[in-house]
């Protein structure tokens, strides 16, 4: 069953690329919990070394919040040279190669933005975020099959992950797969109705709509 541009439309939608970061309690915490316990002659000494061991953290953050601005302000090619900063400074850091993929994926350096969701999850075998940007970046070629794998591996991580669920319902049905696209389409229902996601809980009721309008020829 090929879908229509509009159903399209609401689910291979764009990753949200650079999500709000929160400052680690340490950075917010750790020196103030330090003066509340120490004399004030050893306290400036204790934040002192506070500040230090929590510098490499505050860097990666501060990279991360100049990569979130430059996509804000529609420079993706900004965004994608501070995240390829960030990586090299701290390659082990699975969310920022996840990132970087996203970033890539919205510059259509498609081959590129797979190896880095690949070594998101190579870093952290439980990204389903990773696994499901794969699953984007398949869907937009038309490679529905690997598409479908993709979601289901997000979907082993997280049976929950609404995006994914929705996203496995447009690569069912573009590969003829209707029942399963369907089952997929309700789960997601299910989902995003218990999250409160009434936007989303709008948009899959209106395509299981269309969805059985188009198989009634006797409804209009």
Excluded: C
Excluded at 39 to 47: D, E, K
Excluded at 90 to 119: C, M, S, T, W
Excluded at 183 to 192: G, H, P, T
Aim: glycine letters at 6%; hydrophobic letters at 40%; charged letters at 20%.
């Amino acid at each position: 069953m090929k879908l229509n541009s509009h159903i399209k439309s609401i689910f291979v939608s764009t990753l949200s690329i650079i999500t709000t970061m929160t400052i680690s309690p340490s950075v917010l915490g750790h020196s103030e919990k330090v003066a509340l316990n120490s004399p004030a002659p050893v306290n400036g000494g204790i934040q002192k070394l506070a500040q230090l061991d929590d510098q490499p953290e505050q860097e990666r953050w501060q990279l991360m919040q100049q990569a979130k601005n430059l996509l804000n302000q529609g420079d993706l090619t900004g965004a994608e040279e501070n995240l390829r900063k960030l990586i090299k400074k701290f390659p082990r850091y699975a969310f920022g190669h996840f990132e970087l993929g996203n970033v890539l994926f919205q510059q259509d350096k498609l081959e590129d933005a797979i190896n880095a969701y690949g070594e998101a999850i190579r870093l952290n075998a439980n990204h389903a975020l990773a696994y499901n940007g794969i699953g984007l970046v398949y869907a937009s070629q038309g490679r529905w099959t690997e598409a479908i794998t993709a979601y289901q591996k997000a979907l082993d991580i997280n049976p929950n992950y609404g995006d994914a669920l929705a996203n496995s319902a447009l690569a069912f049905l573009q590969n003829n797969q209707q029942s399963e696209g369907i089952a997929s389409l309700r789960k997601a229902l299910n989902v995003f109705r218990a999250q409160g996601k009434n936007e989303r809980v709008f948009e899959i009721e209106k395509i299981l709509q269309q969805i059985k309008n188009a198989d009634d020829p006797g409804i209009s």
